[in-house]
């Protein structure tokens, strides 16, 4: 019985899983491994062995590597359009209270901009108040707004020359007790989307209810 080929992964010289296939095999999809634990900077070597008596000849392959950063680096004009402070009003909250999540965004350039993008990552434990962005809707402080898992983008008409820092605080509810990240959020003009500017909030905690606090509004944290 001939052997079957196998097919190991290794990142960083750690060890990584083992695939077997079929003596036949002409093609195999092999899902990349995971690699959280890479977080500086520097040259990895990624390696793909074949072993096996069966293996009569080469097979090609495609790799398709990703990887994903706490805070992208800024691109487009120097100094950025922009300058953010965002900041969540708490560093944590009981379960089904409130906090308000500020963009703390600044326009850096002295004439109007046109439509504007604040893409803002929440955390995956709160869910943005479709109520509250309704209203933002409604008395124009914001021209659209839509929502996406652990995201709220919202589109602005424009802003002024010399305009002061935005105040547009976005109301989260604290849904599932838990240690969270957000994705990165970002500002940039509608039709420049490479020139975006990133900003990153730091891990928010929301505590279970049952451990002694959480009673909704009343625990609500004010939109300062």
Same mark, same amino acid.
């Given at each position: 019985? @001939?052997?079957?080929? #196998?097919?190991?992964?290794?990142? *960083?010289?750690?060890?990584?899983?083992?695939?077997?296939?079929?003596?036949?095999? #002409?093609?195999?999809?092999?899902?990349?491994?995971?690699?959280?634990?890479?977080?500086?900077?520097?040259?990895?070597?990624?390696?793909?062995?074949?072993?096996?008596?069966?293996?009569? &000849? *080469?097979?090609?392959?495609?790799?398709? =590597?990703?990887?994903?950063?706490?805070?992208?680096?800024?691109?487009?004009?120097?100094?950025?359009?922009?300058?953010?402070?965002? &900041?969540?009003?708490?560093?944590?909250?009981?379960?089904?209270?409130?906090? @308000?999540?500020?963009?703390?965004?600044?326009?850096?350039?002295?004439?109007?901009?046109?439509?504007? =993008? *604040?893409? *803002?990552?929440?955390?995956?434990?709160?869910?943005? &108040?479709?109520?509250?962005?309704?209203?933002?809707?409604?008395?124009? $402080?914001?021209?659209?707004?839509?929502?996406?898992?652990?995201?709220?983008? =919202? +589109?602005?008409?424009?802003? #002024?020359?010399?305009?002061?820092?935005?105040?547009?605080?976005?109301?989260?509810?604290?849904? =599932?007790?838990? #240690?969270?990240?957000?994705?990165?959020?970002?500002? +940039?003009?509608? +039709?420049? @989307?490479?020139? $975006?500017?990133?900003?990153?909030?730091?891990?928010? +905690?929301? &505590?279970?209810?049952?451990?002694?606090?959480?009673?909704?509004?009343?625990?609500?944290?004010? @939109?300062?």
């Amino acid at each position: 019985m @001939a052997m079957r080929p #196998r097919c190991a992964k290794s990142i *960083l010289g750690m060890e990584g899983e083992v695939h077997t296939f079929p003596a036949d095999t #002409r093609a195999a999809s092999v899902a990349s491994a995971e690699s959280d634990h890479v977080q500086r900077p520097g040259t990895f070597e990624v390696k793909l062995e074949w072993h096996g008596s069966a293996v009569k &000849r *080469l097979l090609p392959f495609v790799a398709d =590597i990703e990887c994903k950063v706490r805070k992208p680096f800024n691109a487009g004009t120097s100094p950025p359009l922009f300058s953010t402070n965002l &900041r969540l009003v708490a560093a944590e909250a009981w379960e089904s209270d409130v906090v @308000a999540l500020h963009p703390g965004v600044t326009k850096q350039v002295s004439e109007d901009m046109g439509m504007t =993008i *604040l893409q *803002l990552g929440t955390p995956a434990g709160c869910e943005s &108040r479709a109520d509250q962005l309704a209203e933002l809707r409604r008395s124009g $402080r914001v021209a659209h707004f839509e929502t996406q898992p652990n995201k709220v983008i =919202i +589109y602005l008409d424009g802003l #002024r020359a010399n305009s002061g820092p935005l105040s547009l605080p976005v109301e989260l509810e604290a849904r =599932i007790p838990g #240690r969270y990240t957000a994705p990165a959020s970002a500002a +940039y003009p509608y +039709y420049h @989307a490479e020139q $975006r500017v990133w900003d990153a909030l730091p891990a928010f +905690y929301v &505590r279970a209810a049952a451990d002694g606090g959480g009673d909704g509004d009343d625990n609500a944290v004010a @939109a300062d």
